[in-house]
């Protein structure tokens, strides 16, 4: 089985276009999108009619719970290193419901690395503005405080309970490639193993 490194964000951190950047740097390398597998899962096994995101709300909360079950089995399992693109929490106006239970991260025998993308609170309103997809809402400065230190606080329990590294990339505006290169070192450094260029 691979090593797996989980990533998580604040919206607007650019977690997506940082992980673009890095995946032609590695060979045997996998990006997993944690709610993209469970939708897949779900429209596989007729839970759902198509891979619509929207359609996993009509689910029960029981029926998401098994198969964000299955999603880790399945993330456990792969043979190449993974990079989990997650949440720490679902945020819903100041209701934080966790996105990555103990219970479940315990399957993954090759957790080797936590990874969390922030940028200013500035930054992350400019990019909610260009990206006419992005919910705008909760994006004053109380609630992306607050998010991010949910973020944090989960994250750094996890990697105490785990015994594995928490490593913290600020990706600011006009300086992608300096972001990429720092997570291309703390990638190398938690998977443990000599740079592999594709």
Known sequence: MGKIIIIVGIRGAGKSSLMGKIAPRFKNFKIMNFGEVMVHIAKD???IPDANHDNM???SSALQNKIRS????????????????????VEHTGLFLPGMPVAEL???KGLCGLFCIDAPNDTLRSRAERDK????AGMDDFALNNYRNANIAALAYLSTKFGIPLYLIYNED???D??????????LDAFNTAKQVA
Not at 72 to 85: P, S, T, Y
Not at 178 to 183: S, V
Request: aromatic fraction near 6%; hydrophobic fraction near 45%; charge should be positive.
């Open 174 to 176: 006009g300086k992608l």
């Open 45 to 47: 096994k007729g839970y």
């Open 106 to 108: 315990t399957k993954l």
């Open 57 to 59: 709300r009509i689910l």
């Open 133 to 136: 997809k992005r919910i705008r």
């Open 70 to 89: 299955e999603a880790w089995e399945l993330i456990a399992n792969q043979k190449e290193d993974v990079m989990v693109d997650t949440h720490a929490f």
């Open 178 to 187: 300096a972001a990429a290169d720092i997570l291309e070192k703390h990638m």
